[in-house]
């Protein structure tokens, strides 16, 4: 299917999304989200894909919500249509996600990123939360997932100053798992992908939901539910072909 701000392709397993709005620096507009929220569903219900990368362009990843759009919303607005809530959806997405990050990953940009289960960093990447200058603050959930990543006191600067960090900063404060050089960034992402596209995809459905359980909920309840979703891995075919292949010395051949 073709969008209108968005690019999307099929690698073999993996479904590549580009945002492509060049002249606004992929500034999210509600038909970026809408465009972007259509292409998740059409990739989540393609069983041929394991894992999604989301990128921008070499200058940037996404420069924040459209700024021109927004300007002359109003609260009752805002209110009424729920302004925001869609934007989640990357979030919701089940299937792994990429966020490929070079040049501007700036407020609802750097929320974006965020929303993926983890960064690789180009070593032109600029994070930040700069909000406060608009006379707002981040709104797709920077001010909760940006203190996760990197604790209090750095998002805290951050979100009061707008202050952007760079690549090295991101990667030292655990905001991005991975520094590669601008030029490899595709390459290097497309090729994890590849990786974990040819894992069980069940399997790393379940990893990705057990991760993400580690935010949301305490230690004991978080290990009783790895412990459920580990045990319940040993019916599956591919658990059998996983262990088959280490000791018959070959690579696995997964089912699903
Ligand atoms: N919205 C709309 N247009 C933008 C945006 C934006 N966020 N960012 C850049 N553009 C446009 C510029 O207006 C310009 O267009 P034009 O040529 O028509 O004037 C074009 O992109 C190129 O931008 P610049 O000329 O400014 O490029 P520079 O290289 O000089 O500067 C910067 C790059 C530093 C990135 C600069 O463009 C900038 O500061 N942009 C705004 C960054 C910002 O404040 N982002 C936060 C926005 S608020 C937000 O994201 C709220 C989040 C709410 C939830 C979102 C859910 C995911």
Partial sequence: MAYETILVERLERVGLIRLNRPQALNALNRQLIADLGAALD????????????????????????????????TYPQTYLDDFITSWERLSRTRKPVIAAVAGFALGGGCELAMMCDFILAADTAKFGQPEIKLGVMPGSGGTQRLTRFVGK?????????????????????????????????????????????????PVAMQTKESVNRAYETTLAEGIRFERRVFQSQFGTADQKEGMAAFIEKRPAKFQH
């Fill in 153 to 201: 006191s750095k998002a805290m600067e951050m979100c009061l100053t707008g202050r952007l960090m760079d690549a090295v900063e991101a990667e030292r404060s655990g905001l991005v798992s991975r520094i590669v050089p601008a030029a490899d960034l595709l390459d290097e992402a497309l090729k994890v992908a590849k990786g974990i596209a040819g894992m069980s995809l």
């Fill in 42 to 73: 059409e990739l989540e219900q393609d069983r041929s894909i394991g894992c999604l990368v989301l990128t921008g362009s070499e200058k940037a990843f996404a420069a924040g919500a459209d700024i021109k759009e927004m300007q002359n919303f």
